[in-house]
């Protein structure tokens, strides 16, 4: 049996990402809070001795650490034979918008929302810009799940917990209310909470918060 230690810090949507699908295939991991807050991810001691890219979160299987998180949920479905591909041509599509994903999506919306609910006076003009990229791609992700459950067909793959990893915090740090203003990928991320097994983000993820403005 594969042992797990995953360092994270509770507002991070990639750590959830990861949480979320060890979660769902039944496995438990060893959380190890970091205080990202405070700077130790760019010490160079931390990423000496964890993860020389400077990023949380950092998957450990028996000591070896794993980073990034896409390779990782691939690793995982690969390994516990659930969410990912079954042929060609939907390891193209989960490929596909877990690039698009993390060059989009999650990309603009982590750094909108972390800005917006955790420093203490974000550039408004800067803010401005991030939430109309924001606002264009989830516009991108709700005419694909308008047309079928999942962003690649019938049933969630990696992808989707990969998609919807910052789209699962509270309301009130993002300032998006997805129900009223993206009905289509609100409609979605119920599809993706009614997974047995499912938890939300600081369910999963314990500990210290960073400090929140909004």
Known sequence: MTTYRLHYFPESGNSYKLALMLTLCGQSFEPVWTDFGGGVT?????????NPMGEIPVLEEHGVRLTQTAPILLRLA???GQFGAANEQEQFEVLRWLFWDNQKLSGFMATYRYRRAFTPSADAKVQDFLRKRVDDF???LAGEVAQRPFIIGDRPTVADLSLCGYLSFPVEESGYDLAARFPD???WLQRIVALPGRKPPYELLPGARLKRYV
């Open 42 to 50: 760019r010490t160079a001691e931390w990423r000496a001795s964890v």
């Open 78 to 80: 690969k390994r516990y």
């Open 138 to 140: 989830l516009g991108i």
């Open 185 to 187: 990928v609100h409609a």
